[in-house]
């Protein structure tokens, strides 16, 4: 079983960064494929950036391609996205999601979510 905690959402103004963390407990986190997804009001969640846990591939949505970067601590058993140029369309609740599965843009493929972290840009 793993347990994955998010950390660092707020509200900020467009053009900012915000960068959330996911801690993992539970599992190491470098044993699982990672992933960041979001869910805006009335909208269905979605792909954000994952990263695979062999190879350490990493992909991401196409709108956040440039300003977005997942990346992990292993020591530390933490996964980051780190957000920049902010805009009031990245509003949305971001979770967090660990899993073994090759599906790594579907939220199908997780095994493992967090409670998520409200992130608000404004304009």
């Known amino acids: 079983q793993v347990q994955l905690v998010e950390s660092g959402g707020g509200l900020v103004r467009a053009g900012d960064s915000l960068r959330l963390s996911c801690a993992a407990s539970?599992?190491?986190?470098?044993?699982?494929?990672v992933g960041w997804f979001r869910q805006a009001p009335g909208k269905e969640r979605e792909f954000v950036a994952g990263?695979?846990?062999?190879?350490?591939?990493?992909y991401y949505k196409d709108s956040v391609k440039g300003r977005f970067t997942i990346s992990r601590n292993n020591a530390m058993n933490t996964v980051y996205l780190q957000m920049n140029s902010l805009r009031p369309e990245d509003t949305a609740v971001y979770y967090c999601a660990a899993g073994s599965s090759l599906r790594i843009g579907v939220a199908a493929g997780y095994d493992y979510w967090g409670q998520g972290t409200q992130v608000t840009v404004s304009s």
């Open positions: 539970g599992r190491a986190a470098s044993s699982l494929n």
């Open positions: 990263s695979r846990r062999i190879s350490g591939d990493t």
